[in-house]
């Protein structure tokens, strides 16, 4: 009966063994909430869990990108309407221009206002968004989209593409 004994024994030892690799896996979960420790636990569970983290990461990535571009649309909305302002003062001064009854010294005011309206245009056409890229140089990004030349020229030095941001699977 020796043998059966130790059997005995040994079965009862690693019984205890299960049971309290069981209770430490439970506590394991209790501890930290989750269901799923280790992917060895439950495979599909892990899987699952897995594919839904990517998922929120690229949600997330998504949002991201929304925000950016609202805010880049917003900032290059704000330049457009300032230029707006810039031009309709050019046309009343040239409007005004037009009237036979000015004198010289009226002409020359409006031309030096005129010279600063171009120069307002020009710096709001270099205008850089909250992170120091130019707004209207398309991908070249630290490129000043805007010099005049000696020759009092003022040719686009940007790059005519366009900028896309992915905000879904499926649309950018």
């Keep these: 009966m020796p043998i059966s004994t130790k059997l005995f024994n040994d079965q009862s030892v690693a019984r ?4 309290t690799s069981d209770i430490q896996k439970t506590q394991g979960r209790i501890a930290t909430g989750k269901n799923v420790l280790r992917a060895s636990d439950d495979p599909v569970a892990a ?13 997330d990535r998504f949002n991201t990108n929304i925000d950016r571009a609202r805010i880049r649309l917003n900032v290059t909305e704000n330049v457009l309407c300032d230029s707006m302002n ?6 009343e001064l040239a409007l005004q221009g037009r009237n036979d009854a000015l004198s010289a010294v009226d002409r020359i ?5 005129v010279t600063q309206l171009k120069n307002t245009m020009m710096g709001l056409a270099n205008s850089r968004d909250a992170n120091g890229n130019y ?4 991908f070249k990004l630290n490129q000043t989209p805007l010099k005049r030349d000696e020759e009092g020229v003022v040719p686009y030095h940007g790059a005519r593409d366009a900028h896309s941001v992915q905000l879904s699977e499926d649309l950018r």
């Design 16 to 19: 205890f063994n299960r049971l």
């Design 47 to 59: 899987a699952n869990i897995s594919f839904t983290r990517d998922q929120k990461v690229m949600l």
């Design 86 to 91: 810039v031009l309709s003062r050019a046309y």
């Design 109 to 113: 005011a409006i031309a030096k206002e």
């Design 135 to 138: 707004m209207f140089s398309g």
